[in-house]
């Protein structure tokens, strides 16, 4: 596994929000969080990549244990973290915002190299490179914080609700890049509230309620459970 979180237990204060969640990652695997809001999934994710401490748990990547390593190691190690609502730099230019992606020495060795490829993927943040990125619709700050991403050479991309508020047309655009990703052998772990958008790109889904995991699998069997159905639509 290149990913492996164990027990994890996740506090803000005395306020407890993640019980005991297990989840991995395998290399070049895409895999979903899901969950209702509030149920704790970018805490799970923001506690991989070490913006918030964990109380308790394991977390693996590639072997090496990462509790007590900080974020910016982390992300050196091959995690790249798009953070919820596409938290790009507004006053910088797409080019600027796309080369402080590659800060860490081994991808600043290949930074020309990535560049080109991150706008082979996003030919059009290559056409506005030039501009501020609070210049770019939602969907292409979006489509610029995933490039940012993919400057750090990451072996595992974390993204938090990548599709959250895009027109239908960009979700398609999207989809279609995280589909060529997955093929490169990138690994992938993605947040998403649509149960249905999330599973037509992971094989695999886990799903959060209330802090606990609820229920794992493959896509094809959460696709189809009343206990999902439940989880999401109540009752
Ligand atoms: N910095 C914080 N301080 C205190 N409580 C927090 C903090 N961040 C999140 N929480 C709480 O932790 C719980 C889980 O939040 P989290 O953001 O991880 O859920 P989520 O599943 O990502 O939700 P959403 O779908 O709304 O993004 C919620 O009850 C939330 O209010
Ligand atoms: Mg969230």
């Known amino acids: ?42 805490t799970v994710v923001n506690t991989i990549s070490g913006l918030v401490e964990a109380k308790a748990g394991e977390i693996r990547f590639d072997g090496l244990s990462l509790n007590a390593r900080p974020t910016h190691v982390r992300a050196s190690l091959g995690i790249a973290h798009v953070l919820e609502r596409r938290r790009v730099f507004p006053h910088l230019t797409v080019l600027q915002n796309l080369t402080l992606g590659a800060w860490h020495p081994a991808a600043k060795a290949e ?20 501009q501020p990125a609070l210049t770019l619709s939602g969907g292409e700050q979006q489509m610029l914080a995933l490039g940012r991403g993919l400057m750090a050479l990451p072996r595992l991309l974390m993204v938090d609700e990548p599709f959250l508020g895009l027109a ?15 093929a490169e052998g990138l690994a992938i772990l993605f947040i998403e509230q649509n149960v249905r958008l ?20 493959d896509a094809a069997t ?4 009343p206990e999902v159905r439940r989880i999401f639509l109540g009752g």
Request: with cysteine.
């Open 111 to 130: 930074r020309a190299r990535t560049l080109e490829r991150v706008f082979a993927l996003f030919p059009h943040l290559s056409e506005c490179k030039s």
């Open 168 to 182: 239908p047309r960009v979700v398609a655009q999207m989809k279609s890049v995280f589909a060529a990703l997955a």
């Open 1 to 42: 596994m290149l990913l492996e979180v164990r027990d994890l237990e996740v506090a803000y204060g005395d306020y407890q929000v993640v019980w005991g969640v297990s989840l991995c990652v395998a290399a070049g695997e895409s895999v979903a969080l899901l969950g209702p809001n509030g149920s704790g999934k970018s």
């Open 198 to 217: 999330a599973l037509s790109l992971a094989g695999r889904g886990y799903i959060l309620e209330s802090g606990r995991l609820a229920i794992a699998g």
């Open 222 to 225: 959460l696709i189809d459970s």
